[in-house]
Nanobody
Framework: QVQLVESGGGTVQAGGSLSLSCAAS????????MGWFRQAPGKGRRFVAA????????YYADSVKGRFTISRDGGANTIHLQLNSLKPEDTAIYYC???????????????????WGQGTRVTVSS
């Protein structure tokens, strides 16, 4: 089993920045493809960003492109999400997730992900 633990959520004013991190533990002898999803109040979970196991490829939802940046620590199963120019509509619980299948253009599909963290709350005030 793989456990994912997110950190770094909080409350920030619109236009501000936050940095989220996610560390994997457990059966992590191999690198996983990883991503971030978010769930706003009263809405379903939505894709935010993904990064492949070698960090050579990233993919973003249109709503965050140019404002958020996903990265990872070398070949480690630790990823980060830098959130800049935050808007009230970015308010959500942010979830880290990981999968071991080949990385492809389905990385925005939550059904592809095998492991999920508990989430960290981000609140953006206007």
């Amino acid at each position: 089993q793989v456990q994912l633990v997110e950190s770094g959520g909080g409350t920030v004013q619109a236009g501000g920045s936050l940095s989220l991190s996610c560390a994997a533990s457990g059966r992590t002898t191999s690198s996983y493809n990883m991503g971030w999803f978010r769930q706003a109040p009263g809405k379903g979970r939505r894709f935010v960003a993904a990064i492949n196991r070698s960090a050579s490829d990233t993919y973003y939802a249109d709503s965050v492109k140019g404002r958020f940046t996903i990265s990872r620590d070398g070949g480690a199963n630790t990823i980060h999400l830098q959130l800049n120019s935050l808007k009230p509509e970015d308010t959500a619980i942010y979830y880290c997730a990981a999968f071991d299948r080949p990385y492809d253009n389905a990385c925005d599909d939550e059904r592809r992900y095998d492991y999920w963290g508990q989430g960290t709350r981000v609140t953006v005030s206007s």
